[in-house]
């Protein structure tokens, strides 16, 4: 009987010893993880001023997205300056005026904590020439400023998608005046770390 004891506690002696080694090489395992990709799409509204008056004008656009990515594995903070040249007014509203753009891409995977938060806060350009020229400036609002003549809104949510890159989140800025979509697709892509 005291022989069966004292094997019963060697034993277990032996299997808490090796579960600890166990845990560190379980921990030590690929996991899991995500990067994330954001594209960018500009659209006119059926009723923007340059598809009423400018179709097949050529203009420009740049604009400011405010990103926030981070992680314990990789950080990133900053504000993104995307401009497009040469952009053709199409001649319905179903055609963009930006085809999609890859805006940011990260390198590094990390655990999965979330979105990037992006906001576009500015939208600048022109289309045309002369008179007909359309001048484009579309800022966000800010507490204790008058509203700006063509105010952007960010962060209308879209509803999910998916296409050749994968599942992505859709986010819209939209200027009131000018009616311009700069659309931001986040795509989540799987990978181990």
Same mark, same amino acid.
């Given at each position: 009987?005291?022989?069966?004891?004292?094997? /019963?506690?060697?034993?277990?002696?032996?299997?808490?010893?090796?579960?600890?080694?166990?845990?560190?090489?379980?921990?030590?395992?690929?996991?899991?993880?995500?990067?994330?990709?954001?594209?960018?799409?500009?659209?006119?509204?059926?009723?923007?001023?340059?598809?009423?008056?400018?179709?097949?004008?050529?203009?420009?656009?740049?604009?400011?997205?405010?990103?926030?990515?981070?992680?314990?594995?990789? %950080?990133?903070?900053?504000?993104?300056?995307?401009?497009?040249?040469?952009?053709?007014?199409?001649?319905?509203?179903?055609?963009?005026?930006?085809?999609?753009? %890859?805006?940011?891409?990260?390198?590094?995977?990390?655990?999965?904590?979330?979105?990037? %938060?992006?906001?576009?806060?500015?939208?600048?350009?022109?289309?045309?020439?002369?008179?007909?020229?359309?001048?484009?400036?579309?800022?966000?609002?800010?507490?204790?400023?008058?509203?700006?003549?063509?105010?952007?809104?960010?962060?209308? %949510?879209?509803?999910?998608?998916?296409?050749? /890159?994968?599942? /992505?989140?859709? /986010?819209?800025?939209?200027?009131?005046?000018?009616?311009?979509?700069?659309?931001?697709?986040?795509?989540?892509?799987?990978?181990?770390?």
């Amino acid at each position: 009987m005291r022989f069966g004891r004292q094997a /019963f506690w060697y034993s277990l002696g032996l299997v808490l010893a090796g579960a600890a080694p166990l845990g560190e090489a379980a921990g030590q395992t690929q996991q899991l993880g995500v990067r994330h990709r954001i594209d960018v799409v500009v659209s006119a509204e059926p009723d923007a001023p340059i598809l009423q008056r400018l179709r097949w004008a050529k203009g420009e656009l740049s604009f400011t997205v405010r990103l926030s990515a981070n992680s314990k594995e990789s %950080k990133f903070f900053g504000m993104l300056h995307p401009s497009f040249a040469d952009i053709v007014v199409p001649d319905k509203s179903d055609k963009p005026l930006v085809q999609q753009t %890859k805006l940011w891409e990260e390198e590094v995977c990390h655990q999965r904590r979330g979105m990037p %938060k992006v906001t576009v806060t500015q939208l600048g350009g022109h289309f045309g020439e002369g008179d007909g020229r359309i001048e484009i400036s579309g800022m966000n609002r800010h507490v204790g400023l008058l509203v700006p003549p063509d105010e952007l809104t960010p962060g209308i %949510k879209l509803d999910q998608g998916s296409d050749n /890159f994968g599942l /992505f989140y859709g /986010f819209r800025a939209q200027t009131r005046n000018s009616r311009l979509n700069v659309d931001l697709r986040i795509y989540p892509i799987d990978c181990f770390f």
